[in-house]
């Protein structure tokens, strides 16, 4: 066995559980090292308070001396918390989190020294922005960037440093980062919600978007992930024949947690208490070793900084219990994959949730206006979605007979679709009484018995609706939801708009509210019928049923990143202020670079997985199979050998063809990469990794994964899938 793979496996037999000290209760530990609206109240006067409130709740500008009171509050709050150091937290295109951490400490005068931290530095920081990725902005226009203080996300401490959540932004304005142009969405969908839900309620003056993401991930021991090169640069496995014992079982899912994971999983719930992040669920996922943890829905902003936080934890709490974190889409061929859905939703300052169906006619026409506003935007800007979450580690997922089609549909359910079905027969035009009482009485009126018992849910969905929520489940797990939530609240903002201006219309024409409502839903019922789909939508029948429906399948990333820089998603994102045309542009470069240089990279350490480690082993055996076979010949007559030797001989065979099929594909690998490094347009440079490099990975998998069922495992270099996924 190659030194490498055993020791890794010696390691992880040697294996104790990390023992965790269990608090008593939980819930005392939640926001223990955030600077929560509780923690304010107490270091701020009542009116400074008022101001960050109103900051957080209506996008108003903070007056300076308020921010030099904050600092010096949240300065106090996080000594006694034992801080030393702070810094700006943002989340930049790498897709990742980033900080420069600054030390209060500060000399004075007289060879003395105090903490200091005043509003400037609590507004505005200058990191070196020259390593993040910014797709051309700042070559072109300015060679720096800066950070800027987010009121609406809770500044927190961890270990020794204050860590003030921010955005990234350009000196000519222009956003390097997830967050900003979320904001912005944000307040998009505020506006245009806002003025819908009035309809309604007129008592409404404020609509937060809530998500609430559940996080899909696999844990590795670290000595077996440090045993292969390929997960430890790519993230993933390109070598590994399936273990006999895989999925197939499938009693790991909702099995008992083992226990290593499970303290594990303890500290990491400790730890995200502390932090504010309201980790409620954790369990087993369908493949081994598979894991999810979902917290309880927070506005949308400040969930997806506490998801950028709990991955970022979750590595480093991996690491205290000798476990690596995967959260990479498809860390192993023939095992389920990991997701991260995004359930979301919208709610008034007035406490309701908008997609959710009421007790009254009024509260469920108002359901139907959201939920149907919902359907017709993802009808109109679909693509764009499906656009938002490509990249190369989810284009093994999407599509692959596991995780939701590349094609965007939504499903509703059975007794939705009744409804629409109820609403779409409605006759056009004025009502009269009679219509409007059995509108009412029987189709608006019927919502929530309906819903008590809509037990039918459909998983193979893309874009469900669960009862009060959407839940977009096409998403990748290593991806940071901002982008998702950013375009959902975008195209949902535009449809709104749309359609208070439509039933603006109808009222100006003498048409009662409800009427125009109903008419305006009804037209949207029928223009929108496409991307309903209730069926099994990992069938190859759906493929050809969305087809002739003329839903993109958009299979490949350099397909689906084409779909961001139509006229039509352009102008989307900025008549609605959330980008503008150069970031759109910046941002669809710095993905297309990024798949480049993922599939290079995945490439080389294939190729050199085959040349260095794979081909010298099966030479090796080979070599040790054709002594034998000598042998043999050696000590016996013509004829016994023939019959004794045979199968050897034909051993030989199979690994000498394995050997040269694995040649040949790595050469020609080698040579469409160095055609791929040369190609200057972006574009056409991702085309050609993903149609001339990528298609070679399968074909030198299938043969080295084939000589591993021919290879001797006592010499097999790489650590096992068996080894990987069963050993704890
Ligand atoms: P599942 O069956 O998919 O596990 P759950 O009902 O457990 O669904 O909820 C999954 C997630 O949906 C949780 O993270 C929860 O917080 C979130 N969720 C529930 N209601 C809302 C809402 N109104 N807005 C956003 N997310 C929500
Ligand atoms: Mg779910």
Not at 22 to 39: A, G, K
Not at 136 to 165: H, K, M, Q
Not at 544 to 565: C, F, G, V
């Amino acid at each position: 066995m190659s030194q490498l793979r055993f020791h890794a496996l010696k390691e992880v037999f040697r294996r104790e559980p990390i023992e965790v000290k269990i608090p008593q209760r939980l819930s005392r530990l939640y926001n223990e090292n955030v600077f929560s609206d509780e923690t304010m109240k107490e270091y701020l006067t009542p009116s400074a308070y008022k101001y960050i409130v109103a900051a957080k709740e209506k996008g108003e500008q903070i007056p300076r001396e308020i921010t030099d009171q904050v600092a010096s509050a949240m300065k106090e709050w996080a000594i006694s918390k034992g801080a030393t150091h702070y810094t700006h937290w943002f989340q930049p295109l790498t897709g990742s989190t980033a900080e420069k951490h600054d030390a209060f400490f500060s000399t004075v005068e007289g060879g003395f020294a105090i903490e200091q931290f005043n509003g400037s530095l609590l507004a505005q920081q200058e990191p070196d922005a020259s390593s993040f990725p910014n797709g051309g902005i700042r070559n072109t226009f300015e060679a720096r960037g800066y950070t800027a203080w987010d009121p609406t996300s809770a500044a927190f401490v961890i270990d020794t440093t204050l860590c003030i959540p921010s955005v990234f932004i350009s000196y000519t304005g222009d956003t390097l980062d997830y967050k900003t142009p979320l904001l912005r969405a944000l307040q998009s969908v505020d506006e245009a919600a806002t003025e819908v839900a009035r309809y309604f309620d007129r008592n409404v003056n404020k609509v937060q978007s809530t998500l609430g993401w559940e996080q899909e991930y696999f844990l590795v021991d670290s000595s077996l992930f440090n045993s292969r090169p390929d997960l430890q640069l790519t993230g993933r496995t390109l070598l590994g024949h399936s273990p006999a014992k895989g999925q197939q079982l499938e009693d790991h899912y909702f099995g008992s947690i083992p226990l290593r994971v499970l303290r594990f999983m303890q500290e990491l719930e400790i730890e995200c208490m502390k932090l504010g992040i309201p980790i409620k669920t954790r369990h087993n996922e369908v493949a081994p070793n598979q894991f999810e943890c979902a917290p309880i829905f927070e506005e949308a902003n400040q969930a997806v900084d506490h998801n950028s936080l709990l991955m970022d934890l979750m590595g480093r709490i991996a690491k205290k219990h000798n476990f690596k974190v995967l959260f990479h889409e498809k860390p192993f061929k023939g095992v389920n994959g990991s997701g991260k859905h995004n359930n979301w939703s919208l709610s008034t300052d007035t406490g309701e949730n908008l997609l959710s169906p009421g007790k009254n006619p009024k509260k469920n026409l108002q359901f139907l206006t959201f939920f149907i506003n919902t359907i017709k935007a993802v009808h109109d800007y679909g693509d764009i979605l499906r656009s938002t979450i490509a990249s190369a580690s989810n284009d093994h997922r999407l599509g692959a007979n596991e995780a939701p089609p590349a094609i965007i549909s939504i499903f509703i359910g059975s007794q939705l679709s009744a409804v629409l079905d109820e609403l779409e027969k409605v006759t056009k035009g004025r009502l009269s009484p009679d219509e409007k009482t059995d509108l009412k009485l029987n189709i608006v009126g019927k919502i929530p018995e309906i819903l008590l018992d809509n037990t039918d849910r459909n998983r193979t969905s893309p874009f469900a609706f669960t009862g009060n929520k959407f839940e977009f489940r096409a998403v990748g797990s290593s991806a940071n939801c901002a982008e998702a939530m950013m375009v959902i609240n975008t195209i949902v903002a535009h449809q709104l708009k749309l359609f208070k201006s439509e039933v603006e219309k109808l009222i100006q024409k003498g048409f009662s509210k409800d009427e125009a409502i109903f008419n305006v839903l009804r037209d949207y019922i029928k223009t929108s019928r496409n991307i309903l789909f209730e069926g099994d939508g990992y069938s190859p029948e759906w493929e050809k049923e969305a087809a002739k429906r003329k839903l993109k399948n958009l299979k490949s990333t350099p397909e689906a990143l084409k779909i961001e820089l139509e006229p039509k998603f352009v102008s989307l994102f900025v008549e609605n202020g959330v980008l503008s045309q150069v970031e759109i542009e910046a941002r669809n470069e710095i993905k297309l670079e990024k798949y480049s240089t993922l599939i290079d990279i995945e490439a080389q350490v294939l190729v050199d997985l085959a040349r260095n480690h794979i081909i010298p082993t099966a030479v090796n055996y080979q070599n040790k199979l054709i002594e034998n076979v000598r042998g043999l010949k050696e000590i016996f007559s013509a004829e016994e050998f023939k019959s004794l030797a045979q199968e050897q001989i034909d051993l030989i065979k199979m690994i000498s063809g394995k050997i040269a099929g694995i040649k040949v594909s790595v050469d020609r690998t080698i040579s469409e990469m160095k055609k791929c490094q040369k190609i200057l347009d972006t574009h056409k440079k991702a085309e050609a990794y993903s149609e001339k490099v990528k298609p070679y990975f399968d074909v030198i998998r299938a043969d080295v994964d084939e000589l591993e069922m021919l290879v001797d495992d006592e010499i097999w270099p790489l650590t096992k899938y068996r080894e990987l996924l069963f050993s704890r």
